[in-house]
């Protein structure tokens, strides 16, 4: 039984704030204590701050909640402070929330590149959490730390990948073409006028992160725990595309080895069996499949999958032959729940277990 943390919610009306308050309700670890966002939103009840967009209710207890600036000092009780804010002003606020002590858990860009700060996948790399002694030297901090979750497309991505990587050793190459839901551009997001009967062929800065965060994530820690070191031999070719879907990231997938070429038989079997540290941790929100293989020819789908185990795991399916490549795939995952908000409250779980928190 572990003791409940009071945690704080930043950008709380936003597309990914909305997935954390639905997470947080009735969680076992966590209880909402503070929630922020603009000045736009802030001294306003929650209710009458948010255009609530999820297709579950609103949950009751955080109806009347103030919406508060996002100040360190209003969050200051708060174990634990989650962030779903724009990226245009996560940097400066994170920055005053690490500068005051506080743990932060962001899904903002900002610091995903900072050499101390592990950039998290919890289906991959929990043990990156070792570099935080070395980022409380670095940053003087004494209980404090920030955590930073991947873009939401990397996220499906690099599962599946650390699965092969684990059982086959380094990959050579990755080619991913990318069909992105839109609420993954936040709310409002993409005009009605440019998504219907449409593909949007760019998603500015999707394509680097895709191609960068890769390496990180499925890198190591180095032995003294003082630096991340990245996976420099596989290259990654990313596009990415917006389509007229509402959650639910898909990646077309194609992957050259970097030793012998497995068959598509022991390609399903290294992603069935694989299993990470979340899992074995026992955290709440871990799935207990972190993937999922369909040998359906038509699976996985965004409107039929994308909540399998909660939102929680990646779905693969359509596992093959690759002419130019070695194989080929299909994966799926929830945008805003593996994908973001989902992706930092299991992070924090493991923090927990692990006496971090
Ligand atoms: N959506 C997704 O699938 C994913 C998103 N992310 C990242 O998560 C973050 C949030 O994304 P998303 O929820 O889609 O974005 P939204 O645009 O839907 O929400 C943004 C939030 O930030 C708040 N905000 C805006 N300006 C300020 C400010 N000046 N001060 C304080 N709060 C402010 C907004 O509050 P208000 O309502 O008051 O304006 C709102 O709560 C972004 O950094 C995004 O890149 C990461 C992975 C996936
Ligand atoms: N750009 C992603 C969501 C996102 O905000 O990603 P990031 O956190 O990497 O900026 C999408 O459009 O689906």
Request: proline share 17%; charged share 45%; aromatic share 6%.
């Given at each position: 039984m572990v003791d409940q943390k009071k945690v704080g919610v930043l950008g709380c009306t936003g597309s990914v704030g909305q997935r954390f308050i639905l997470l947080l309700s009735q969680h076992p670890y966590f209880k909402l204590h503070a929630v922020g966002a603009s000045s736009r939103s802030a001294g306003k009840k929650y209710k009458d701050a948010t255009r609530w967009k999820q297709s579950q209710q609103l949950p009751e207890e955080v109806k009347d909640m103030i919406v508060q600036e996002c100040k360190a000092a209003a969050f200051a009780e708060c174990d634990v402070v989650f962030s779903g804010l724009d990226a245009d002003v996560a940097g400066e606020i994170e920055a005053e929330f690490i500068k005051n002590d506080l743990v932060v858990f962001s899904n903002?860009?900002?610091?995903?590149?900072?050499?101390?700060t592990p950039l998290m996948v919890p289906l991959v790399n929990t043990n990156h959490f070792d570099i935080i002694p070395h980022q409380r030297n670095v940053k003087g901090l004494n209980k404090g730390f920030l955590v930073t979750n991947a873009n939401c497309s990397t996220t499906g991505l690099v599962v599946p990948l650390k699965a092969l990587q684990d059982k086959?050793?380094?990959?050579?190459a990755v080619m991913v073409t990318t069909l992105q839901a839109i609420s993954g551009g936040g709310y409002p997001g993409v005009p009605s006028m440019d998504i219907l009967d449409n593909v949007v062929p760019f998603i500015g800065g999707e394509e680097e992160k895709i191609e960068w965060e890769t390496g990180k994530i499925l890198g190591a820690v180095n032995a003294d725990a003082t630096a991340f070191t990245h996976v420099e031999q596989t290259k990654v070719s990313a596009q990415c595309t917006r389509v007229a879907v509402m959650d639910g990231h898909t990646a077309c997938v194609s992957v050259k080895f970097g030793g012998a070429k497995p068959t598509v038989e022991e390609v399903k079997a290294a992603m069935r069996e694989y299993s990470c540290e979340s899992q074995a941790l026992g955290c709440?929100?871990?799935?207990?499949?972190a993937i999922k293989v369909f040998e359906?020819?038509?699976?996985?789908q965004p409107r039929l999958?994308?909540?399998?185990?909660g939102g929680y795991a990646v779905s693969v399916g359509r596992v093959r032959e690759d002419p130019v490549f070695d194989i080929k795939f299909v994966a799926l995952s929830h945008n805003t729940v593996i994908g973001a908000a989902g992706s930092s409250i299991l992070n924090a779980e493991v923090a927990v277990v692990k006496g971090l928190l």
């Open positions: 903002a860009k900002n610091y995903r590149r900072d050499p101390v086959f050793g380094p990959l050579d709440p929100s871990a799935p207990k499949m359906e020819e038509d699976r996985p999958d994308r909540d399998l185990e």
